[in-house]
């Protein structure tokens, strides 16, 4: 029993010897993420849309974000329904080593089925860092049209794209309005002696959005025909995340037509702008005795419209009349003037004491509150000088009182005389 116990003993002192060892060799700031970092994606697929009962290429990139390289990787295509894989030969891709830094671009051809409908489709991406390891997978989305309409009408972006708000802050949701018109004038057209139609067709219609703004309506895809003059509206809803900078961004406004060759793309701007609004004191910020009357310019400093305007005014032991004073709609650059009463409510008050400046205003239908300012709230004893002229208005009164006894006494002597 003795020698077991000494044999158990020596097997586990050698494994904490080679744990020690390993641990020596080992880099001390070893995590998961110096390993290779995959990032999947689809570049391109062509033609765009998908066309109907014909076969696209689809181009899918894969990136090596990490710090070690990938020993044996491997891309392996999944797609549903309306899409199949031209062979099963080509449905996996050993692209082997990838180092980091570096991406690789693997090429892979479905075919869309002929009995597909118009709208999406998808596809899977299956990606294995190494041989016998894990499979990761992503979705992708490929849109499904048709090349084979006739229709000759060319659908045309009318007017500007109509944006509320027109400016928006960072953290608002807006929308986008766009018409499209059908520019033909008849309702045929004759080319090389064969006549066409002239009605339009919407068979995708897509607005995607870029770092900081964010699209959260899906693509349109129409069934119908546009004729002659006719129009049609579309409205996408967009968000400004919280901390996009400043500035203009540029929107795809993508079109597929009645076929390829009436495809459109327009690029639109976006601007984002946290300005808002201003209040600026216009008289001295000081109670006299205990009150005063305060006066502040208020300017909305953003491009377009604020609704919805109201200040604010807090400060320890004061009370505000009107609490919150409501201005209403302001332009862009418009000033109003406010007057608001301060008067001290306790006796126990510390000045100067902070002034806090709130302003509420809506952008579109964005609410937003926010300070604007804070300054320093003084406070003057003045002297009461009512008691003060009144006297002096009496001893005023005494003397002209006198004056005219003592001219009344002497003109009373002359006459005796």
């Not at 158990?8 to 020596?24: E, G, N, P, Q, T």
């Not at 014909?54 to 329904?81: C, M, Q």
């Not at 409510?345 to 804070?374: C, K, M, W």
């Amino acid at each position: 029993m003795l020698g077991k116990y000494r044999d158990r003993m020596d097997r586990a002192l050698l494994f904490l010897f080679v744990v020690l060892i390993l641990s020596l060799f080992m880099p001390a700031n070893a995590s998961a993420a110096d390993g290779a970092d995959l990032k999947v994606s689809v570049l391109k697929y062509e033609p765009i849309p998908a066309e109907i009962g014909e076969y696209v290429t689809v181009w899918v990139k894969v990136e090596n974000l990490g710090y070690a390289k990938a020993d044996d990787l491997s891309v392996r295509i999944v797609p549903e329904y309306p899409f199949s894989i031209d062979s099963s030969d080509n449905e996996l891709v050993n692209i082997g080593i990838l180092s980091p830094d570096n991406a690789a671009v693997e090429e892979f051809r479905l075919y869309t089925d002929a009995a597909a409908n118009q709208g999406v489709g998808t596809i899977e991406v299956f990606y294995q860092e190494d041989s016998g390891g894990t499979w990761f997978k992503k979705e992708f989305d490929i849109r499904v049209g048709s090349d084979t309409f006739d229709s000759k009408g060319t659908l045309q972006l009318s007017g500007t794209p109509l944006k509320e708000p027109e400016v928006l802050m960072p953290g608002d949701t807006g929308t986008i309005s766009f018409t499209l018109r059908n520019s033909a004038t008849e309702y045929t057209i004759t080319i090389d002696d064969e006549q066409y139609d002239t009605n339009a067709r919407i068979q995708s219609a897509s607005l995607n959005g870029v770092e900081g703004v964010k699209v959260t309506t899906g693509s349109y895809y129409g069934n119908g025909l546009i004729g002659p003059g006719e129009s049609v509206d579309l409205t996408y809803n967009i968000e400004i995340d919280e901390d996009t900078p400043d500035g203009t961004y540029y929107l795809d406004f993508s079109i597929v037509g009645s076929s390829h060759s009436y495809n459109n793309n327009w690029r639109i701007p976006v601007k984002v702008d946290s300005s808002s609004v201003r209040v600026i004191p216009s008289k001295p910020l000081a109670l006299e005795n205990g009150e005063v009357v305060l006066e502040f310019d208020v300017a909305n400093i953003h491009p377009n419209t604020l609704s919805s305007v109201s200040v604010e005014l807090e400060a320890e032991g004061i009370e505000f009349s009107p609490s919150e004073y409501f201005i209403g709609s302001m332009d862009a650059d418009e000033l109003f003037t406010i007057e608001i009463s301060a008067k001290a409510v306790s006796e126990d008050i510390s000045f100067p004491v902070d002034l806090v400046v709130n302003a509420n205003y809506r952008n579109g239908l964005n609410e937003h509150t926010e300070q604007v300012d804070v300054r320093q709230l003084q406070h003057h004893v003045v002297a009461d000088e009512s008691g003060t002229g009144a006297h002096i208005a009496f001893v005023l009164l005494v003397v002209i009182g006198a004056g005219a006894y003592i001219l009344y006494k002497r003109r009373m002597k002359k006459e005796q005389e």
